[in-house]
């Protein structure tokens, strides 16, 4: 590293800059992070210091030489892992905001501002410096009062009232340092705040300097199989860690990250999964980067919406850390009460590790009359009266979220007003949900018309979003606002609170309760409307990728009242998850695609092949009965409909099932359907069928009827499999013969 840096510095005398360009880059790909974090020795921390001033530097001054040479993209590169080096750095956002709108993206580097104003916030308590500000305005072309005040925007929510739980987080980080590491699993109701906890633990631990990743799940249709996993694995902290994974995993994890296999690296294609079991393999590929740091804080919110294979992956990781007692882990989760169905993947994973002893429950609860006080004293920067107070508790009970939009919404200038009236602040007091409501709906209704606009369209996303989706969405519109309004609206929401940054690129709401308000607001045709931009936009963003946001599509196309655009959709995202043995994802969407099927009237095959990929995704997570089901649930329809062909197929599928001894067949429960069977195949010449069905009644007799009945319908099958050549029934038929023969002997 620092004879690249003396390498660097020479070719800078000899005016090479082309030289000094090639050294510094070397330099910093050298540079893999601080000097043995682990260690606080004086002599470590005098180096460690030493070797970051120098890695600072030589990143700026290549930085410079790359904007000189009109490289902005490298620039930009560069300029991001400065950031991520420094967060508290505001010259390096001051150099990413021009970068970024050098290189035509305001967009970014309006979020750039975004992101360091909430970093030096939430550190440090203070807002940009004056410089900054300035770039800021320059940027978004306005005059310095148009935009609402940073000190008054970007005031950080105070924790108030939490004093046990906080207690309760810490000592659970104690027993992961003592090698058990843990899982706290946060529940609460919508707003009482669980989130804010644990982003509140999130920003203790990078005070500490121990690397954290958050991720959240969602509601909306088209979750992606290990969705919040991949979140994590693209956090600054466990991309480093990817760079000391080896190839072999990497290739692994190119199934969820396939910008991996573009990398330099020499990453091969991982090969198709075709077996259950490899799945395996991809769960030990996902834990490397996770348990190649010393230390970890991961958080996961709303995970009553997180994906099957995530929750069946999350106590591998934690028994594997605590096997291997290197990675000092916590996993923290947020979720609501009610959402724990006993039996689902959620309530099996939280049985898992309670049994281990990694589990940890918090329950939150509403705050008292003291600590709603204390909130809304410090959000409003002004003391309540005790009237006022007792009003506020009452109105809100004691729910963070509530109190917090209520003052933000004036609620205490309305109580002043009230007073000098001598009439009650609200008139009759509503019930709780319809006095929030108004709250921030009153905080909506205060937005420009460009701002109220974009906030319906993001609520329609039902996720995160990035201002290119948002782009894309409003130029389909009947109204384009054009990038320099979207940008100044987009500013406005941020500014107001009403949404914030997230992961590296995107912003998602304050809280989903806005998000919800927001899309309530919407009128039916104009949701519709919404969601059909939304759908498209996302298919035009991420075209190379359209994997990763088919179920997304799929969802936004059904609630657009078109099915014929979200079918495709949704089998392609199915065929995906089953890819990569993504069991529970790949059958919850065939589970959607085909009632959407059914409603188009496709030809009865095609619902068929639906039908059977759902079920072969149920037995596949080893839920035999319910794959059954599926096949019952298709019967039913054969029958409503008058559809002798798939009525065929069913019962096919259902004695195929029953015939099955690999997970408790029960051959008797197939015959009375056999006889229906055999009808309908002979009736629609269909000899593959019929020759299956009689092997199966075969099969029955040897366990329930007689020889001569197994020997009667045994030939009768292999006599129509030698007559058209059915290579299957001419292999299994033989076998069964043998069988055929043991129970004559035995018997």
Known sequence: FEGALAQAEEARAGNGSAASQDSLERALSLYSGDLLPGSYDDWVLVERERLQQKFSRAAEDLILLLEEQRDYQGAIRHAQRLVRHDSLHEATYRRLMRLYALAGDRAQALRSFHACATVLQRELGVDPSPATREAYERLLKVETAEAPAPAAVLQAIPLVGRDAEWARLQSAWRSAGRGKPQLVMMRGEPGVGTTRLAEELLGWGERQGVPVASATCYASEGRLAFGPVVSWLRSPPLQKALLSVKEVWLSEISRLMPELLGEQRAILEPDPLTESWQRQRLFEALTQPVLGRRKLLLMLDDVQWCDGET??????????????????????????????????????????????????????????????????????????????????CRETEGNPLFVIEMVRAGWLDQEREAESSKAPATGVLQPLPPAVYKAIMARLADLSPEARNLVGLAATIGREFTFDVLAHACKALEVDVGEELLVRALDELWQRRIIRERGQDAYDFSHGKIRDVAYADLSTARRRLYHRHVGEALQAVYVGNLDAVSGQIAGHAEMAGSPERALPFYTKAAEHAARINAFHNAEMLYARAGPVAEQLGRPGDEIVELYSARSQMLENAGRHDAAIQVYRDLMSLALERGDAAIEKAAIASLVSCYSDPKDAGDPECAQPLIERGLLLAREFGDEDTESWLLWSKMVGALHYGTADDAQMAGEASLAIARKYGLQERLAYVPVSYTHLRAHETSS
């Open 311 to 392: 929750l069946e992956w999350l106590p591998h990781l934690l028994h594997m850390a605590e096997a291997g007692r290197r990675t000092q882990l916590l996993i923290v989760l947020t979720g609501r009460p009610e959402e724990r169905r006993e039996g689902g993947s959620l309530d099996l994973m939280l049985r898992d590790l309670d049994r281990s002893g990694q589990l940890a429950e918090l329950a939150l609860k509403a705050l008292d009359l003291e600590s709603v006080v204390t909130l809304a004293e410090k959000i409003a920067g002004q003391q309540l009266g005790q009237e006022a107070a007792a009003d506020l």
